[in-house]
Structure formats: structure tokens, C-alpha cells
């Protein structure tokens, strides 16, 4: 059962491995902030073509509050290549906090069980789920929840 509206923001904990940070730094940065938690692996087409927007959305939401967590999910063993991962960070100017999350600890926390990749979670600056999408309109169905929440935080 995927997460209902209002649930709080799960732990970031279970992480093989953190790009551009920490578990720590990432918790420090999103404390009473709204946050946008993305779902990623570096054989998603639909993922890397939405990269570019949610990079956008990041720098130009940040001084309204939005933060933003990469979560690198892998869908297949290939994915699970780190080098592979910290290319396509680099690629795509993943300047966020980014987990990897090779267990799926992360995935499990967020109960996302089918292992969607784009998925999509925004959380208020109380850290309650206001969105969720997924796939390749994901971003399209989560912006006017975007703007709702960042307005709600001025």
C-alpha cells in the first residue's frame, strides 16, 4: 500500500553509500523545510530526461525553502555500479544530497513497493506528504502541489 497524504517524511536511513553529503547533513537541511524526495537509477530514460527539471525546480524554489533528496534506487544489478552512479550525478548536475539506496531501505521505507522509478514525494515544512507521483508526468502532476505548499510556507 503506497503512502497516504499526511504521513510523515520516513528515514533517509538504510543508504549504502551518500553523494554530495551525509545522512546528517541531509536531515540538518530539510528540518522544517518543504522537501522533494525523488526516486532515480541510473537505467531509467524517463528519469534522466526529468533530471534537468527537478535540477531547475531546485535552484529555483531554494530561497522559498524547497529542498531537495536524490534517492538512487537501482532496478537491476548493473545499476548497482557506483562508478556508473557518480558519472550520471556529475551528468546531470545532481548537486543534492543523493542516497544510494542498493538495499532498498530507503525504497522500503517509503513503501514503495513497486519500485517506482521517477517517484516523486513532496512533504510540507512539517514533513507530512503533500504529493505523490510517479513516471513520466510525475513531475506535471506534483508542480501545482508544489506551488500549494511552497506558498503555504512564506
Known sequence: MPMRIGTPLPSLEGATEWINGSLEQANSDIQGQPTLIHFWAVSCGICKTNLPRISEWRDKYKDDGLRVIAVHMPRYPEDQDLNAVKETVE??????HCAVDNLHKIRDAFLNDQGFVPAYYLFDSEGKLRSFAAGERGLDMLF???????????
Open 144 to 154: 501545482s502541489a508544489l506551488t500549494r505548499v511552497l506558498s503555504a510556507n512564506k
Open 91 to 96: 551528468k546531470f548536475a545532481i548537486v543534492e
